[in-house]
């Protein structure tokens, strides 16, 4: 099946956190219903430490800087969709942060490390979820995350703090383009897991802002080019980092529909290389604020089935020679003509989730070809009938026939542009079912609405 534009900036997959989004920017995107992802991430950072206080500094032949280290972490992720618009993920990662200079001093999550040093462990556990505050085809998309980071690796390190961290975001996705903003509130360092003086150390909460550009590449109908800026702002804490901004630009390539991607960036650390890039080279890239990213993510893709072919033409025989001309027989009083009756050209039928009035793709596609008859045929009506199953039409769904209905009348409308005045709409609720509600699929069959083409 071909991917077209539209398909391709809908297509969803788990970012390096593992909410759904890009690489590191989390999109307006959900999963949906019953669909599961799976992500596995292999990512650098290039970032710098919190500053010591001068007692502590080495004397050395450098000039006195910031302590620069680099984050390696591989993470494992799943996601759920809960419902078209919530889902569920969570985030594991395995985490290695070192420093190469033997004359620098710094905190790393509120832990003093002087010199060279390695730590390697379990990270922060991230579990997060995303709600959806608009429908999720939309161009425009809005949505609210929470998430929490749940400490599980060596607290006596600079991996964690080992307290937990949370935080929210709101995510705006339209067209190709992301926002979003979060907010972390980080957890103090303990005392008791403290290598400094044994004191208590306040960390500093992270605000973030990211921008995401998601472009579809046209000649490979299965690739987007996925452009980032990631800036992360440091505020309050005992000693405060300076804050990275990361530019990422990579490709995500789909293999086929599988649902299947490859995820493959470079991560430039800008914030860093404008004020700590003397000793930048092309045999130490990490001194000049360069990392990678690779990613192998799965979310299972919805595309548009394409419409139907159109019917085969019609070929009409040549009409046979006029016979003789017979005698004319004396004229008959004219006979009395039947009253006309309309004509109907043809009945179409689509089906609904449960509860719902949105239009699938499959039913688009239908609809699709009932507004290119309605063009051909300029006089031709359309009745359009709205049902539901024996469980739907109670409560808040009691006019859920109708609005079914009316959703087909407004597709036809606002789409095609045909004049409403040539739809008649009306709802029958649960009479006349064609299925057994009894079961699943007889109540499928129920929920539905019917199309009838007619010609006065």
């Not at 989004?21 to 669909?35: I, N, P, Q, S």
């Not at 470079?266 to 003397?278: E, I, Q, T, V």
Request: hydrophobic share 35%.
């Amino acid at each position: 099946m071909d991917i077209s534009h539209d398909d391709q900036l809908h297509l969803v997959a788990p970012s390096s956190s593992g909410q759904t989004g890009l690489f590191e920017t989390v999109t307006a995107d959900t999963l949906r219903h019953g669909d599961l992802s799976f992500g596995i991430y292999y990512q650098g950072y290039r970032l710098e430490a919190a500053e010591a206080p001068e007692s502590l500094q080495i004397l050395g032949a450098r000039a006195r800087d910031v302590m620069s280290y680099s984050l390696t972490r591989l993470s494992a992720s799943v996601g759920y969709g809960v419902t078209d618009r919530w889902e569920v993920s969570v985030m594991a990662p395995w985490d290695r942060i070192k420093n190469n200079g033997g004359d620098r001093v710094g905190f790393v999550n509120g832990y003093l490390y002087r010199g060279r040093f390695s730590d390697s462990g379990m990270g922060d556990v991230r579990v997060a979820t995303k709600f959806g505050l608009t429908d999720p085809m939309a161009s425009s998309r809005f949505a609210l995350s929470l998430f929490a980071d749940l400490p599980t690796g060596d607290k006596n390190s600079g991996l964690t703090t080992g307290s937990a961290n949370f935080g929210g975001g709101l995510h705006w996705t339209s067209g190709q383009f992301t926002l979003a903003g979060t907010y972390t509130i980080v957890g103090d360092r303990s005392a008791s897991n403290s290598n400094f003086n044994g004191a208590k150390i306040s960390n500093s909460n992270v605000a973030g802002i990211d921008l995401g550009w998601n472009h579809p590449v046209g000649w490979w109908r299965t690739t987007n080019w996925i452009t980032e800026a990631n800036g992360r702002f440091y505020n309050g804490g005992d000693f405060t980092p300076k804050s990275p901004v990361f530019l990422v630009t990579g490709i995500r390539h789909w293999f086929g529909t599988s649902g299947w991607a490859i995820n493959l960036g470079a991560r430039w650390n800008a914030a860093k290389f404008s004020h700590d890039s003397s000793e930048c080279k092309v045999t130490e890239l990490s001194d000049c604020g360069l990392s990678g990213i690779a990613g192998l993510t799965f979310a299972p893709l919805h595309i548009a089935a394409p419409p139907p072919p159109p019917p085969p033409p019609v070929v009409v025989p040549p009409p046979p020679p006029p016979p003789a001309p017979a005698p004319v027989p004396p004229p008959e009083p004219p006979p009395v003509a039947p009253p006309h009756q309309p004509t109907e050209l043809r009945t179409d039928e689509i089906h609904f989730e449960s509860g719902s009035a949105r239009l699938t793709n499959i039913a688009k596609a239908i609809l699709d070809d009932v507004a290119l008859r309605m063009k051909n045929e300029p006089t031709s009506t359309a009745i359009v009938i709205g049902y539901t199953d024996d469980k739907e039409n109670t409560g808040p769904n009691q006019d859920l026939d109708r609005r079914r209905a009316e959703a087909v009348r407004d597709y036809l409308v606002s789409r095609h542009g045909i004049d409403p005045s040539r739809i008649t709409v009306e709802g029958r609720d649960a009479r006349e079912p064609v299925g057994d509600n009894n079961t699943a699929e007889g109540r499928l069959r129920n929920r539905r609405v019917v199309i009838r083409l007619i010609i006065p």
